[in-house]
């Protein structure tokens, strides 16, 4: 048995924090808000994998105003997300990204992005870019928006 989920994130552009995207540091531009380290590709790839398998969403695995979720790397709520996935008897198959951002530019790191988030999930993690043409927050460069799909399969 298979089954797809989708997952959608966005988060504002903060001058004051540094740039965690798709699992990787971005020295020099604008980090993103939000009480953890705002990695709107990892929250999204966790949206994907429990919505696929019927367990909720990331509000569902952790708090916005949980003391120890302060700051913290997006990449360890994704290993938190398989372990439910794992538990509930699903494996990932392979999950597909896309970046909505006027910035960074993404192409230079598009192998290591996914390199880094491939090990992490277990299985392919694929990962495209767009612009918005101008349009909406990411096309004023007002922040970054993210749309995963996860494929998972039965395990039992």
Do not use: Y
């Not at 939000?34 to 949206?47: F, K, N, Q, R, T």
């Not at 916005?64 to 979720?69: A, F, G, K, L, Y």
């Not at 491939?118 to 694929?126: D, F, H, I, M, R």
């Amino acid at each position: 048995m298979i089954r797809v989920g989708t997952g959608v994130d966005a988060h504002a552009f903060d001058e004051g924090s540094a740039l965690r995207l798709a699992g990787l540091d971005w020295l020099g531009e604008p980090g993103l808000s939000g009480h953890s380290d705002g990695d709107v590709a990892c929250h999204a790839i966790v949206d994907a994998l429990l919505s696929a398998a019927g367990l909720g969403d990331i509000g569902s695995l952790v708090g916005v105003d949980e003391p120890e979720t302060l700051g913290a790397a997006s990449t360890g709520f994704v290993r938190v997300a398989l372990e439910r996935l794992a538990a509930a008897g699903w494996s990932p198959v392979n999950v597909s990204v896309q970046l909505v951002c006027n910035r960074p530019k993404f192409a230079p790191r598009r192998n290591e992005a996914q390199a880094v988030l491939t090990e992490l999930v277990g299985a392919p993690v694929s990962i495209s870019a767009t612009t918005s043409d101008g349009l909406g927050f990411t096309g004023r460069g007002e922040g970054i928006a993210a749309i995963a799909n996860a494929l998972i399969e039965r395990t039992d």
